[in-house]
């Protein structure tokens, strides 16, 4: 079939029956705004509180935002079928929901692989990290973050339309996301590594309350990654991709659990815009 002649979609639906899509709305309606308020939290938290001006709160407003974005470009569609009953979604659309919803994820990867690299010079490194992870540095990496994203998602996109629809064709390109997992591994190796031999219980607790939060959320997005794209198709059931895709659709509701994690940075002795002289307390 040519996908020239292709006008629109036929989205799968999660129930047969009218009343259960109405739970399903109602369900998804929850998550969105959950994601919204908490999303929305971090983000006025960290523009408007000056302690939070550092490195790692930066990178979680960065990742809020895509959280936000993520979560905007699916659930509004899903909520609208489920609620008046339908499944179509133009051709036009559906490609637009495919670019934005790539451009979201490979940004989020690449942010969360950001967090561990930051998370690995303040325990590693503590006494380089104003020069390794400046105000300069981290505007690059959350720069590249989102534009590797957006190459990404403008690569993906028009391979996978440009393929003739209805042929079994499947094109998996896992390279950016195995890469940025593959780099968070070894840098918690090593921070593993530098925790473990801290002399002082409490230095090595305060290093661990530091990572687990990003380490649970990396732990979640990975899990459930696995689990939708390599799982057999012979385990494949509805209730079953009805759960993936709540814990993919509520993944960016975690924001508020992630600012609830996160230590809050105590006050320095002089205003400083990133506040390294904290992290110096880890060890």
């Known amino acids: 079939m040519n996908s020239s002649s292709v006008s629109k979609f036929l989205l799968l639906a999660f129930a047969d029956t009218h009343e259960l899509q109405l739970l399903h709305f109602a369900l998804f309606l929850g998550i969105y705004l959950a994601a919204l308020l908490g999303n929305g939290l971090i983000l006025s938290a960290v523009a408007c509180h000056h302690r939070l001006h550092t490195p790692m709160y930066f990178f979680l407003l960065n990742l809020a935002l895509l959280d936000l974005g993520c979560i905007s470009t699916t659930l509004?569609?899903?909520m609208a079928n489920a609620l008046w009953d339908t499944r179509a979604i133009?051709?036009?659309?559906?490609?637009?929901?495919?670019?934005?919803?790539?451009?979201?994820?490979?940004?989020?990867?690449?942010?969360?692989?950001?967090?561990?690299?930051?998370?690995?010079?303040?325990i590693c490194k503590p006494l380089h990290y104003g020069s390794l992870v400046g105000s300069r540095a981290c505007a690059q990496m959350a720069a590249a973050a989102w534009g590797s994203g957006f190459l990404h998602a403008v690569l993906r996109t028009?391979?996978?339309?440009?393929?003739?629809?209805?042929?079994?064709?499947?094109?998996?390109?896992?390279?950016?996301?195995?890469?940025?997992?593959?780099?968070?591994?070894?840098?918690?190796?090593?921070?593993?590594?530098?925790?473990?031999?801290?002399?002082?219980?409490?230095?090595r607790h305060k290093a661990f309350s530091t990572c687990l939060p990003h380490l649970a959320v990396v732990s979640l997005f990975v899990s459930t990654g696995i689990f939708a794209y390599l799982k057999p198709p012979s385990i494949s059931l509805p209730s079953l991709d009805l759960v993936v895709a709540l814990l993919y659709s509520g993944a960016p509701a975690l924001g508020a659990c992630r600012a609830a994690l996160l230590p809050l940075p105590p006050c320095p002795a002089e205003p400083c815009w990133w506040g390294q002289a904290q992290l110096l307390n880890l060890v």
């Open 76 to 78: 509004p569609k899903a």
């Open 90 to 122: 133009s051709y036009q659309g559906c490609a637009a929901q495919v670019f934005f919803f790539l451009f979201f994820i490979a940004a989020e990867y690449s942010i969360l692989t950001i967090m561990a690299y930051d998370r690995y010079v303040a």
């Open 158 to 203: 028009a391979t996978t339309f440009s393929l003739p629809l209805c042929h079994g064709n499947a094109v998996e390109d896992v390279s950016l996301v195995f890469g940025c997992f593959l780099f968070i591994v070894v840098s918690y190796v090593q921070i593993f590594r530098a925790v473990l031999r801290m002399p002082s219980e409490q230095g």
